[in-house]
């Protein structure tokens, strides 16, 4: 069973960082490409980051990029997303996901499996 568990949301301060991370099981793991989505209330999902484990090749959206870096660690199947400089605007529920295709994309569309999500509120 293909199984992504998000955990690190938090409440942090503008200005603050955290580290969320993504736990996968059930697949083999350097074959996929994880992608980091977020959504805020009453606003479409948008995509955040995204690694192919098999080379650790990143891509993110304008938005985060500078702020935000991805990473994985193939030994413990988990992928980071470090998150400093946090503004309000950051604020969502961020979701992992796994692409089979290892191709990764900001677009949600080609992910097939989806984490439960964890929450991450930054205060003004």
């Known amino acids: 069973e293909v199984q992504l568990v998000e955990s690190g949301g938090g409440l942090v301060q503008v200005g603050g960082s955290l580290r969320l991370s993504c736990a996968a099981s059930g697949f083999t793991f350097d074959d996929y490409a994880i992608g980091w989505f977020r959504q805020a209330p009453g606003k479409e999902r948008e995509g955040v980051s995204w690694i192919k484990t098999s080379d650790g090749s990143t891509n993110s959206a304008d938005s985060v990029k500078g702020r935000f870096t991805i990473s994985s660690d193939n030994a413990k199947n988990t992928v980071y997303l470090q998150m400093n400089s946090l503004k309000p605007e950051d604020t969502a529920v961020y979701y992992c996901?796994?692409?089979?295709?290892?191709?990764?994309?900001?677009?949600?569309?080609?992910?097939?499996?989806w984490g439960q999500g964890t929450q991450v509120t930054v205060s003004s």
């Open positions: 996901a796994a692409d089979s295709e290892g191709w990764g994309s900001l677009t949600g569309l080609q992910y097939h499996y």
